[in-house]
């Protein structure tokens, strides 16, 4: 069965740090892109980056460029999104999602074929 588990939420002060984790199982990992959604109270749900498992090619939204950084470790199947310089406005639950091939970044939702359950970032002013 085709899994991820995502984790690593949290409430941090606003100019603070978390870091997401993405534990993926039951499908070739090196095949897939993997990366985050969020989804804001009251908003629709968003890509905010994705990472080739293949090649280590990355995209990112432009609100998160430069304070986010999305990384892959291979042997241990899994994916890290630190984030850094937190603002109120990234508080949102963050799903992680995969989908074969390098990436889904533009792709619509319906391309993703497995999701996280979800982990909740809360970042207070």
């Known amino acids: 069965e085709m899994q991820l588990v995502d984790s690593g939420g949290g409430l941090v002060q606003a100019g603070g740090s978390l870091r997401l984790s993405c534990a993926a199982s039951g499908f070739t990992f090196d095949d897939y892109a993997i990366g985050w959604f969020r989804q804001a109270p009251g908003k629709e749900r968003e890509g905010v980056s994705c990472?080739?498992?293949?090649?280590?090619?990355?995209n990112y939204a432009d609100s998160v460029k430069g304070r986010f950084t999305i990384s892959s470790d291979n042997a241990k199947n899994t994916v890290y999104l630190q984030m850094n310089s937190l603002k109120p406005e990234d508080t949102a639950v963050y799903y992680c999602a995969a989908a074969l091939g390098s990436s889904w970044w533009g792709f619509p939702e319906g391309y993703l074929e497995v999701w996280g359950q979800g982990t909740l970032v809360t970042v207070s002013s």
């Open positions: 990472i080739s498992s293949r090649d280590g090619s990355t």
